[in-house]
């Protein structure tokens, strides 16, 4: 049981370079969420899904876009990215919304130079 | 906007000593999680506490939720070096349950 699986583990871009994040998880969960985590800033939420071919924004979206065309697969894309957007990235999961924990998976270090 | 925050920021603390983080929502919260992060790893959920005054412990860990569910603590007794980490509450969003804001968190040190 892999729970939370995110790739790649690390990633190295320049700016104006595209990439897509990839969240995959086997525990049949409705909610998954993208995150950033920055020193001193905790983790903000980026973007989330409710359900399979369902997204909506959440506290940070801008430069980022997500599609959830599976249930069990959470794309976090970067169109352009810029140097402000290194950071890294968690993807969590939970069964359902509220009273529930998130699983997360061990995150996406992105360095943009 | 709704915020959640965490003091202190940081805490170094002696092997043997206690530890308490404190969690402050300006709104109210209906539910709120605990999370560890090791250095270098990803948040591991703790626990949750959904009532008003609910007290709950894990080993050397005990959890507070307010009476007015604006805010909790983490407290830690007799710290190991097991304890080290990043420390985060999260309260679900007022626009809605399914997302949750964090904490800024507390890291704590324990020194051997």
């Known amino acids: 049981n892999a729970g939370v699986t995110q790739t790649p583990k690390f990633r190295v871009l320049k700016t104006g370079q595209s990439m897509t994040l990839l969240c995959a998880q086997d525990?049949?969960?409705?909610?998954m969420y993208w995150y950033r985590q920055d020193p001193g800033m905790g983790l903000r939420l980026i973007h989330y899904?409710?359900?399979?071919?369902?997204?909506a924004k959440g506290e940070v979206p801008d430069g980022y876009n997500v599609s959830r065309l599976k249930k069990q697969n959470f794309l976090l894309g970067l169109e352009s990215a810029a140097p402000s957007q290194t950071s890294v990235y968690f993807c969590?999961?939970?069964?359902?919304?509220?009273?529930?924990?998130?699983?997360f998976g061990d995150g996406t270090r992105l360095s943009i130079l | 906007g709704q915020q959640v925050m965490q003091i202190p920021q940081y805490q170094h603390v002696q092997e043997g000593e206690d530890f308490t983080t404190y969690c402050n929502s300006s709104?109210?919260?209906?539910?709120i999680q605990w999370y560890k992060q090791r250095p270098g790893g990803h948040p591991v959920f703790l626990i949750q506490?959904?009532?008003?005054?609910e007290v709950k412990k894990q080993k050397r860990l005990t959890f507070q939720f307010g009476e007015a569910k604006k805010n909790s603590s983490l407290h830690i007794t007799a710290t190991q070096t097991t304890d080290v980490g990043t420390y985060f509450c999260?309260?679900?969003?007022?626009?809605?349950?399914?997302?949750?804001?964090f904490g800024t968190g507390t890291r704590l040190k324990v020194l051997a």
């Open positions: 969590a999961s939970s069964y359902s919304a509220g009273v529930q924990p998130q699983h």
């Open positions: 525990m049949n969960h409705e909610y």
């Open positions: 899904s409710v359900g399979e071919g369902t997204t």
């Open positions: 709104t109210t919260l209906s539910n």
């Open positions: 506490l959904v009532k008003s005054g």
């Open positions: 999260a309260g679900p969003t007022t626009s809605g349950t399914y997302k949750y804001i």
